[in-house]
């Protein structure tokens, strides 16, 4: 009988830890997602501080002999995930200064008669209002 007995909770054991022992399925993550779909890997993502937007972004050579990677990036509202913006930025440099405004920031050009707009290297974005300015004014 204590042998029975001994049965009986060995199995009442099993069964109590195989049913708590339940698989959590990882959560797929959209952002993650796109963002190996779109950039493929060594990719960096920047959420704003609200975890509403984000910035995917990624440094590539156009050509090998380039000595200045171009920065491509997107701003993902995440919620939906819409594209609100992208741009590629020669020798560039992109961040969360505020929560919902970004800053980018290209290498300088030389100004021309056909370009006199080259040193402007710096601009802002918010992601609210899905406008593009220049400038210390929000």
Known sequence: ????????IVVVSLLVYIS????????????QDY???RFGNDFVVDYNESKEYVILSKAHKIKPSDPFPTLRFEVIEVSSMEVIFNDNLRGGKVSWIRDFIVEAEAMKGIPN???PDANDNVYRYNVQKRK???GGFF
Request: net charge positive.
């Open 1 to 8: 009988m204590s042998f029975h007995f001994m049965k009986m």
């Open 20 to 31: 708590c022992n339940k698989g959590v399925k990882p959560q797929p993550d959209p952002v």
């Open 35 to 37: 963002a190996v779909e």
């Open 113 to 115: 008669p056909d370009n």
């Open 132 to 134: 593009r300015f220049t």
